[in-house]
């Protein structure tokens, strides 16, 4: 009797132990994911001076700008999912890459100190989501780990925890980038 009430408690304390590890890595994938959320709001906050400052300059296409800021309200409105948030964030890149090589074309505009330090906090800002996004990717992959590998798997399942994505690049993002084009544009 005495070692069947040893080996239950051993089975309870281990299964604690697991259903605690599950829960740590999911909490951690929100809270990677929130980092994700703050590097964003940063970056929507800049679109406005961006925009504003190369309209300044440029006879810049007005579709473009407004698409840009649409996605920025669109994203500031909040009430989206997570997924959507991703989706909106590969959209925004997109639109302010463009923007941005557009720019190449305006030499008074690249001198503009002013844009000269917007583009420099955006670029600071790109690098700081890419590093977000690093570590939301390594905390979904922790996480999925746990819940599919045995013994997690049982615990997972029991808990109805499902698998989260991991932020892939879009396809546009991953091409090579030809210097040729870039200097030829």
């Not at 917007?118 to 989501?129: N, V």
């Amino acid at each position: 009797m005495f070692i069947i009430a040893i080996v239950l408690i051993i089975i309870l304390i281990i299964g604690i132990s697991f259903y605690n590890g599950l829960i740590a890595k999911r909490n951690q994938v929100a809270n990677a994911f929130s980092a994700i959320d703050v590097m964003l709001k940063k970056r929507y906050d800049l679109i406005p001076n961006l925009v504003q400052t190369i309209k300044q300059y440029t006879g810049y296409e007005e579709r473009v700008l407004t698409q840009i800021t649409d996605l920025r309200t669109k994203a500031a409105a909040g009430q989206l999912t997570n997924q959507e948030k991703i989706d909106l964030d590969k959209q925004m890149g997109s639109a302010v890459n463009g923007m941005m090589v557009t720019v190449e074309n305006y030499p008074d505009l690249k001198a503009n100190q002013n844009f000269m330090n917007l583009q420099t906090t955006w670029t600071e800002s790109e690098e700081q989501i890419a590093a977000a996004r690093r570590n939301y990717n390594s905390s979904v992959t922790a996480y999925n780990n746990g819940i599919m590998m045995f013994p997690g798997s049982i615990f997972a399942g029991m808990l109805n925890y499902q698998p989260f994505p991991v932020i892939e690049n879009t396809v546009e993002e991953r091409k090579n980038i030809s210097a040729k084009d870039l200097f030829n544009s």
